[in-house]
């Protein structure tokens, strides 16, 4: 059981947080702001207006979560454990949106209150709604729930419920270059690739540190309710992860069922599925702030690959990402072969 302490806010007043923060244009998702204590989780500052909402919220020992660090194939983990847990039911997977079936928790605490106002207006066809937190509340039992907080940041009744936890991680480079196209889509982003890049490194982005957060649920991999995979081991092996999944959900899924799950999960497949990839808002979203419409980068899924930072990722950031990580990961009992 993971002991809880008292939550508290510091403000992020260094110069690259500031640059960082300067460089998003306004009227979409904000950059780091805080961190959040005990987890030193960057945050914007709306989480401070859902921090104990989030920290109290009522758990049940059939809810299923699947949590990440950001761009780490979460939505991809998302849709094979709904079909896994809905007897592939892959026609209910289509007529509703992934948001629906599988919302983002905290989604509230990361989105500024005028934009969720202003987003209201769109809750049958978007489903960005203006407090996930409630819509998850009511959702039937059993509950498919995203959320990217580290573990000291989750509702505390986690801890006793033990509801099943699937995490997915990635190696961070890949991660870094995925999450910085997302903030040119969602964040606006117009900064340097520099620039976002030490953002990663010192932790100054949204849900970082990242190491932190893949180690801490690394150590609870032993767990009955936990369950640890990868980006890169399901482009490995889908088959593998797909039966692993489903074991650990205790279901039992016919070869007729992981045959069609996989095809459903291929990458073609998710990237041209309307009930995942949110084509129509992110067409509104380049409109009303004058991006480019043709950026092949600005899109929710994007490429889907292993190891694209060796073709994206200057050698000197490689460089630092390789000592970065080392850095990070010594003094514990893991090597990166152990996450990806």
């Known amino acids: 059981m993971v002991k809880m302490k008292p939550i508290e806010f510091t403000p992020m007043t260094d110069d690259l947080s500031e640059e960082l923060r300067v460089s998003c244009k306004p009227g979409l998702m904000p950059m780091a702001a805080i961190t959040v204590s005990p987890s030193g989780c960057a945050m914007p500052e709306e989480y401070e207006l859902y921090a104990e909402r989030l920290h109290n919220f009522e758990v049940y020992e059939d809810d299923v979560w699947v949590i990440s660090y950001p761009k780490c194939g979460?939505?991809?983990t998302q849709?094979?454990?709904w079909l896994i847990g809905n007897n592939c039911d892959f026609d209910a997977a289509s007529d509703k949106l992934l948001l629906q079936r599988f919302p983002f928790l905290e989604a509230v605490s990361i989105i500024p209150q005028p934009q969720m106002d202003e987003r209201a207006q769109f809750l049958d066809e978007h489903v960005l709604f203006a407090d996930t937190i409630d819509f998850v509340e009511e959702q039937p039992s059993p509950?498919?729930?995203?959320?990217?907080l580290p573990v000291a940041l989750l509702p505390k009744q986690i801890w006793t419920k033990k509801p099943k936890i699937?995490?997915?991680t990635r190696n961070?480079?890949?991660a870094a270059i995925s999450y910085y196209h997302h903030h040119r889509l969602w964040n606006g982003y117009v900064g340097s690739y520099e620039t976002f890049m030490e953002g990663f490194l010192q932790d100054k982005?949204?849900?970082s540190p990242f190491w932190e957060h893949v180690l801490e649920y690394k150590n609870m991999e032993n767990q009955e309710h936990v369950l640890i995979t990868s980006f890169e081991e399901m482009k490995a092996d889908l088959k593998g992860v797909i039966l692993r999944t489903a074991d650990f959900m205790g279901k039992k899924l016919s070869d007729e069922q992981v045959e069609e799950l996989m095809f459903h999960l291929s990458f073609a497949n998710m990237k041209n599925n309307p009930a995942i990839n949110g084509e129509d808002f992110i067409k509104e979203v380049k409109e009303?702030?004058?991006?480019p419409e043709d950026d092949p980068e600005l899109t929710f899924i994007r490429k889907g690959q292993v190891g694209g930072w060796k073709k994206e990722m200057p050698h000197h950031f490689v460089e630092k990402f390789k000592l970065w990580t080392k850095e990070k990961l010594r003094g514990s009992t893991y090597t990166e072969d152990d996450f990806y």
């Open 143 to 148: 509950r498919f729930i995203k959320s990217h």
């Open 79 to 81: 849709e094979m454990v």
């Open 74 to 76: 979460t939505t991809w």
């Open 166 to 168: 699937i995490y997915v």
């Open 172 to 174: 961070p480079m890949d």
């Open 288 to 291: 009303k702030h004058d991006m």
């Open 205 to 207: 982005l949204v849900y």
